[in-house]
């Protein structure tokens, strides 16, 4: 099981950046998707998180500024983020859960300059 994750940088505060994670190994469309974050100091926190049939959940700190989608045929799900700010600053996680199996990827810098 491999999940890769990409899109990450350097952003502006009120920028914008994509994170994608390209997931093979698993039957994905059966997996409820997940992005975490971890700042330094901090422990990794759940993000949004997009179940298999596409209903989507967000921590409060992101609603209205993040959206997560998925595309199945594609293996791939989307963390889409806008008006970013500083405290966004943390690496960023793929997770993929299907019943007790659960899966990480490696992480993605994300970094935030005010």
């Known amino acids: 099981v491999q999940l890769v994750e990409s899109g990450g940088g350097l952003a502006q505060a009120g920028g914008s950046l994509r994170l994608s994670c390209a997931a093979s190994?698993?039957?994905?469309?059966?997996?409820?998707m997940g992005w975490y974050r971890q700042a330094p100091g901090k422990s990794r926190e759940l993000v949004a998180r997009?179940?298999?049939?596409?209903?989507?959940n967000y921590v409060d700190s992101v609603k209205g500024r993040f959206t997560i989608s998925r595309d199945n045929g594609k293996n791939t799900v989307y963390l889409q983020m806008n008006s970013l700010q500083p405290e966004d600053t943390a690496v960023y996680y793929c997770?993929?859960?299907?019943?007790?199996?659960?899966?990480w990827g490696k992480g993605t810098q994300v970094t935030v300059s005010s």
């Open positions: 997009i179940s298999n049939g596409g209903a989507t």
């Open positions: 190994g698993i039957i994905f469309s059966f997996n409820a």
């Open positions: 997770n993929a859960a299907f019943r007790d199996m659960e899966y």
